[in-house]
């Protein structure tokens, strides 16, 4: 699709607009929105930045964008795994940081109302002087709710909580055409025709720029503690994530960790774990509002792993104790992508099925002789494999790792899985999204797309191509 150029007209009907201090065209500004947290940057400018400061402003720009065919990409703050955020084909990224209030804390209706910008931990932050939770957990803190309503973000709390669209209750968002609506509301339940609210959450911005949602919130938990339990083989550590969920017994979070990712997490943040030349950890985190019944879960969560031969089960009550574990699982990033030459896949299988997936993987590592560490959300099937190149040649890397990625989704799929749990599909992994989704369902998502963005202006590229 051809679109038009940004040109010196376009950036001052633009500062016009939202002012001319909201409207950035220096390199220097510009590099700043060129990437996100992709291993590998893809580093592309865009033509111009503008920073909204209301709903209104967004309209405006987005009815200019679409009368001019210009490209707009919204960013949250950036954070996200698969370029979602990154202008590829030029044009305007559009960034909500400045779009940042929390607008209300509801109280009786435990629901809150927030602009699209506003950052998760300060969002956090504020519910917790109320004893108030959001439980929808992406690691990174620092995301937009706007970039969590964008993705779908799951994250550790998931198995308990579920992901972010559980919480979403209403949005207002801003089609191409610069028109304004509102979806759902502070209900908490409807029955009232298609629920177009969810078609918004997780389209990866290319469906509409959401500027304010309403989100539901819980209690408080009061009390937490944390079991770090190793094990001999990591196949023994995953089957024993099913069985503890057939017990309906629900931790907030389940997540595994193997040696080799512990050594890594080890060295990078120079500390040592308790039994740290065993295979595989699990870490386990259970909430409640009494100590008695978080003990008596943790007691039959621990029986439970020892009956499936752990090693030992250590328990942390205080919270110094609890974040010392948690910065292993929470550095994994830090210590194992940055700064190295890797590809991330963020497969999602059912629960019963991660031991088997993970024995597949670790066969397909070995056949294509290319390292693959892997990491996740045990709880609710998420698993996080990096690829590393180490140190096979630049052509030996180029070769393999698209196909063993392309290995790595079929065999996903075939227990049943999904290409994507929580990441998304952004630019880089539509060229798999059909191992996913057939071609029906592709077709009726491109006519969603042209329904909603006709002259696809709305992050072209991502997810799949239009055309
Ligand atoms: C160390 C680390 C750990 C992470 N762990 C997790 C995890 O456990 N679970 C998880 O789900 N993710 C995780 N992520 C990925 C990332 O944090 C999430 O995808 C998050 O939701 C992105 O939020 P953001 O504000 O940074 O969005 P961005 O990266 O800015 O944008 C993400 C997508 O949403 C769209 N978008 C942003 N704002 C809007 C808007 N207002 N309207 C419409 N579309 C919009 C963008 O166009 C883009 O397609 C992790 C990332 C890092 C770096």
């Not at 402003?57 to 065919?69: D, E, G, H, P, Y």
């Not at 305007?92 to 950052?119: K, P, Q, T, Y």
């Not at 944390?226 to 083989?233: A, R, V």
Request: glycine fraction near 8%; hydrophobic fraction near 40%; charge should be negative.
């Amino acid at each position: 699709m051809d679109y038009n150029k940004v040109t010196n007209k376009t950036v001052a009907t633009l500062k016009e607009i939202v002012e001319a201090k909201n409207v950035l065209v220096d390199t220097d500004s510009l590099r700043k929105y060129s990437h996100d947290e992709a291993p590998l940057p893809l580093n592309v400018l865009p033509d111009v930045v503008v920073k909204p400061q209301n709903t209104e402003q967004v309209s405006k720009v987005l009815r200019f964008a679409n009368t001019q065919r210009i490209p707009v990409t919204f960013r949250g703050q950036g954070t996200g795994l698969s370029y979602g955020a990154v202008p590829t084909q030029g044009g305007i990224l559009l960034s909500f940081e400045d779009m940042n209030r929390i607008i209300e804390i509801d109280e009786r209706n435990l629901v809150a109302v927030v602009e699209s910008g506003v950052v998760l931990l300060h969002f956090r932050q504020e519910l917790e002087k109320r004893g108030l939770f959001y439980p929808a957990d992406p690691g990174e803190n620092s995301s937009a709710i706007g970039g969590n309503v964008g993705t779908n973000a799951g994250g550790m709390n998931g198995v308990k909580y579920g992901n972010t669209r559980g919480y979403v209750l209403g949005l207002e968002v801003v089609l191409s055409s610069g028109e304004i609506m509102k979806f759902g509301g502070k209900t908490f339940k409807r029955s009232t025709g298609y629920e177009l609210m969810h078609l918004i959450i997780g389209s990866e911005g290319t469906l509409a720029a959401v500027t304010k949602i309403i989100l539901r919130l819980i209690k408080l938990p009061n009390y937490f503690i944390t079991l770090y339990i190793p094990f001999h083989s990591l196949h023994e550590a995953i089957k024993t994530v099913p069985e503890i969920i057939r017990k309906k017994i629900t931790p907030t979070a389940i997540e595994y960790i193997e040696k080799d990712s512990l050594l890594v997490v080890e060295k990078y943040l120079e500390k040592t774990m308790p039994h740290h030349d065993e295979e595989a950890y699990l870490i386990i985190r259970i909430d409640g509002d009494s100590e008695d019944e978080l003990y008596a879960v943790g007691e039959a969560v621990s029986d439970i792993c020892m009956e499936n031969n752990a090693v030992d089960v250590l328990v942390a009550n205080t919270k110094d104790t609890q974040d010392r574990i948690w910065s292993i699982r929470g550095s994994f990033y830090e210590a194992l992508v940055k700064n190295r030459v890797v590809q991330m896949v963020d497969t999602v299988v059912p629960p019963s099925k991660i031991a088997e997936y993970i024995d597949e993987v670790k066969t397909i590592s070995r056949k294509r002789k290319i390292r693959i560490f892997s990491v996740g959300h045990a709880g609710d099937g998420n698993v996080h494999l990096i690829l590393m190149k180490d140190d096979l040649s630049d052509d030996a890397w180029t070769e393999t790792w698209p196909q063993t990625m392309k290995q790595l989704y079929e065999t996903a799929v075939t227990y049943g899985g999904t290409i994507s749990g929580e990441h998304g599909i952004g630019f880089d992994k539509k060229k798999y999204l059909t191992i996913s989704i057939g071609e029906p369902e592709l077709r009726l998502m491109k006519a969603i797309k042209r329904l909603f963005d006709p002259n696809n202006i709305l992050n072209p590229g991502k997810i799949f191509d239009i055309t």
